[in-house]
């Protein structure tokens, strides 16, 4: 499990969203689900069952993600 924080601004994910978290890794979103939430560096928290998942705190699903770096 990561926890960690989005480095600045997160607007929801929108099908290909890119996050770089605090600690420097970047995550791209690999599933399709669109939902709207503006935050200013909100938590996630990232799990691996099988896939990685990151649920942002203020969302309540976890979308599927994959490390970019």
């Known amino acids: 499990m990561i926890k960690s924080r989005i480095d600045g601004e997160f607007s929801g994910w929108d099908g290909d969203t890119v996050v770089k978290l605090e600690n420097g890794q ?4 690999c599933e399709y689900w669109y939902h709207y ?14 896939g990685y998942k990151m649920l942002v705190a203020g969302i309540p699903h ?3 993600v994959e490390r970019l770096k």
Do not use: D
């Open 37 to 50: 939430h503006y935050s200013y560096m909100p938590e996630v928290t990232i799990t691996n069952n099988g």
């Open 62 to 64: 976890a979308v599927r």
């Open 26 to 29: 970047v995550w791209q979103q």
